[in-house]
């Protein structure tokens, strides 16, 4: 099972987002060439969810 992807992480700028091992920058560890896949928050913004197609469903608040 995936884990599960953040929508709004607080440091993205410090995570390598290619894959599912979520690496930190300096210890990438699944070969995925020499650079960073950046978060779609830094790309698109904080709104970056609104756009496309993701399959990423938003947490909605359970009725009680």
Known sequence: MAKKFPLHP???ERIC???DKYCPV???GCGNGS???QH?????GDDWLEFGDWGIEP???KAS
């Open 40 to 44: 779609p928050a830094e790309l698109l």
């Open 59 to 61: 947490d909605r608040p």
């Open 17 to 19: 987002w290619g894959c």
């Open 10 to 12: 607080s440091h993205p």
């Open 26 to 28: 300096d210890a990438m």
């Open 35 to 37: 650079s960073r896949t």
